[in-house]
Nanobody, 114 residues
Framework: QVQLVQSGGGLVQPGGSLRLSCVAS????????MGWYRQAPGKQRELVAT???????RYVDSVKGRFTASRDNDRNTIYLQMNSLKPEDTAVYYC????????WGQGTQVTVSS
């Protein structure tokens, strides 16, 4: 089993920045990819970014150049640095990890509004 605990998020004005963190514990040796999903009201959950064990990243087009995923293997933690935030980035963000089985963080609200 893998446990994911998120922190970060909150309310920010358009153009602002936030950083999300996700600490993994448990059978983390099984994990080969981690990432971030988001779900806006009335919409399906969307994959935002992924990061592999070696640090390779991929992003959905709508966040490229604004969001950066990173990881600290010593702390078993991944991050999502979100810059130039837009109102359409408003959603609940979920940390995700997969070993073949999927694991989820508890979710954290990000609201971009003036």
């Amino acid at each position: 089993q893998v446990q994911l605990v998120q922190s970060g998020g909150g309310l920010v004005q358009p153009g602002g920045s936030l950083r999300l963190s996700c600490v993994a514990s448990g059978s983390i040796f099984r994990i080969y990819t981690m990432g971030w999903y988001r779900q806006a009201p009335g919409k399906q959950r969307e994959l935002v970014a992924t990061i592999t064990r070696t640090g390779s990243t991929r992003y959905v087009d709508s966040v490229k150049g604004r969001f950066t995923a990173s990881r600290d293997n010593d702390r078993n933690t991944i991050y999502l640095q979100m810059n130039s935030l837009k109102p359409e980035d408003t959603a609940v963000y979920y940390c995700w990890a997969t070993s073949g089985d999927d694991y989820w963080g508890q979710g954290t609200q990000v609201t971009v509004s003036s």
